[in-house]
C-alpha cells in the first residue's frame, strides 16, 4: 500500500482521526476504517494485534509523495487534464483560485485541494463542470493530487504578481472599449445602447470591488516600475 491507494476523503479522514481527542486505540480504529473503507462498527471487530500491526504498514505515510506532476486522470470513464500554466486560466478561475490558497493557508491544504483541482481541469477540452471537486475528492488518489496542489503552492505569490496587472489592465480594457462605444455610437440603437449601459452597469456594481483593487495594484506596479 502506498499514496496511490489512499484518496483525498480518505487522506482528511486520516488526518480528523489523527487530530481527534480519543485515544490511541480508537484513533487507530478510525484509521483503519478511513484506509480499508469499512464502517467503524467493523473496525471495532479487529484484533487488538491487527490494529498495531496495521499501525506499522502505515509507516510509509511518513514520507510525502513524490512531487512528480500526473497532467491527465481518468475517473469513472471521465478523462481530465489540468492546466497548469496560470496564463491560460480565466481570470474567474484564477481569483478563485488565489482565494482557495489564502483559506487553505489558514484553514489547511487538506479541504481545498480538490476544489483547487477542480478550477484548473479541463474535459474534452472544456472547464469541467461544478461537480469534479466532489468527484476529485472523493476518487483522486494523493499522489495525484498533491504534486499539483503543492505546485501552485508554491507558485501562489509569484502568480499574484504576474497575474493582476494583467487582469486589471484587460478589465481596464473592455471598460474603456465599452465606453467609447457609447460615446461614439451615433448609429446605435436605442436598445443597443441601452443594453451597454446595463452591462457597464452590472460590471461596475458586481465587480466593483474587484475592479478597483485589481486597478490599483496594477497601478501601484506601473508606478513602481517608472
Not at 491560460?88 to 478561475?93: I, M, Q
Not at 503552492?153 to 465606453?179: D, G
Request: proline share 1%; hydrophobic share 40%.
Amino acid at each position: 500500500m502506498n499514496w496511490s491507494n489512499i484518496t483525498l476523503e480518505q487522506l482528511v479522514d486520516i488526518d480528523n482521526a489523527k487530530q481527534s481527542d480519543c485515544s490511541a486505540i480508537e484513533k487507530r480504529m478510525r484509521i483503519y476504517s478511513a484506509v480499508y473503507r469499512c464502517s467503524m462498527e467493523d473496525a471495532r471487530k479487529v484484533s487488538l494485534k491487527r490494529l498495531y500491526d496495521f499501525h506499522n504498514e502505515l509507516a510509509w505515510m511518513n514520507q510525502l509523495p513524490k512531487e512528480v506532476i500526473t497532467k491527465k486522470v481518468k475517473i469513472d470513464g471521465r478523462v481530465f487534464e489540468f492546466e497548469l500554466d496560470a496564463q491560460k486560466l480565466d481570470a474567474g478561475s484564477y481569483i478563485t483560485i488565489m482565494d482557495l490558497l489564502k483559506r487553505a493557508k489558514e484553514e489547511g491544504v487538506l479541504n481545498y485541494i480538490h476544489k483547487i483541482l477542480a478550477e484548473i481541469a479541463t474535459e474534452k477540452g472544456k472547464k469541467a463542470d461544478a461537480d469534479v471537486a466532489e468527484l476529485f475528492y472523493k476518487n483522486l488518489t494523493v499522489d495525484i493530487a498533491y504534486p499539483i496542489g503543492v505546485f501552485f503552492w508554491k507558485l501562489s505569490n509569484a502568480l499574484m504578481q504576474r497575474i493582476l496587472p494583467y487582469l486589471a489592465n484587460q478589465m481596464e480594457t473592455k471598460v474603456s472599449e465599452l465606453e467609447d462605444l457609447l460615446s461614439n455610437g451615433d448609429g446605435l440603437s436605442h436598445s443597443t445602447t441601452s443594453q451597454i449601459q446595463t452591462l457597464l452597469s452590472g460590471i461596475r456594481s458586481q465587480n466593483g470591488e474587484l475592479f478597483d483593487s485589481l486597478t490599483r495594484l496594477h497601478t501601484s506596479s506601473r508606478s513602481k516600475n517608472m
